[in-house]
């Protein structure tokens, strides 16, 4: 059984830092791209970045410069650096991997959610 456990969330000052992991665990064969993710309250959940496999990145726009994701292949985990915060980044932040194995195929897992809330 396939799992993502989130981990790194909290209450943090305007212009503070935060970084969250999210490790995944359980029967994997292979996880190709991962991702975070947020939801705002009354909004919809949206990609804020992602790495490939092989290590290629892509962020939003609104993160573009403040946020850095990573990951560690050999311990199963991602990361999100989050630098220079704003309140408009406190949300619920969702970790996302696309697995494959020989039984499911590809199928998306995703962990329970951090929150992160950006306030003086």
């Known amino acids: 059984q396939v799992q993502l456990v989130e981990s790194g969330g909290g209450l943090v000052q305007p212009g503070g830092s935060l970084r969250l992991s999210c490790a995944a665990s359980?029967?994997?064969?292979?996880?190709?791209?991962m991702f975070w993710y947020r939801q705002a309250p009354g909004k919809q959940r949206e990609l804020v970045a992602t790495v490939t496999s092989g290590g290629t990145t892509t962020y939003a726009d609104s993160v573009k410069g403040r946020f850095t994701i990573s990951r560690d292949n050999a311990k199963n985990t991602v990361y999100l650096q989050m630098n220079s915060l704003k309140p408009e980044d406190t949300a619920v932040y969702y970790c996302n991997a696309r697995m494959w194995d020989p039984y499911n195929g590809i199928r998306d897992y995703w962990g329970q959610g951090t929150q992160v809330t950006v306030s003086s």
């Open positions: 359980g029967g994997i064969i292979r996880i190709d791209a």
